[in-house]
């Protein structure tokens, strides 16, 4: 495979997730548009609720490797080389960010109906 191909990206993911991937993207669109509406809400990022949605993202980072070793039907001591530790850090910052924003926005989105 000389180059990256987007599509084959979208079906390895869906061979390995079904339907559960548009779930998780669906969920993706709906945290960031949330955000993007505290955000506005509020005209900029609130430091309190910004230390809980980090706390937050640091469960969503470890959940998101651990979700992978179950995805993929694997153990820690299965990871070999400096690409699979790489792949593992970039998963578990996604899974951090992904965290963060959601957190944020749902932390945000509460405050204003309480």
Known sequence: MK??????FLAVFQE????????????????TVLFVWVMLR???????RL???EVAG???????????LAVTQSQLADIGGPV????????FVAGGVGTVVAAYGVL???RHLA
């Not at 180059?3 to 084959?8: C, G, I, N, P, S």
């Not at 640091?58 to 992978?68: E, H, Q, S, T, Y």
């Open 3 to 8: 180059e990256l191909d987007v599509a084959t």
């Open 16 to 31: 390995m997730l079904g339907p559960l991937l548009w779930a998780l993207i669906a969920l993706a669109a709906a945290a």
């Open 42 to 48: 509020d005209r900029g990022l609130r430091p309190r």
């Open 51 to 53: 230390v809980w949605a």
């Open 58 to 68: 640091l469960a969503g980072g470890i959940a998101a490797v651990l979700f992978m």
């Open 84 to 91: 699979d530790w790489v792949l593992v850090a970039v998963i």
């Open 108 to 110: 945000g989105a509460l």
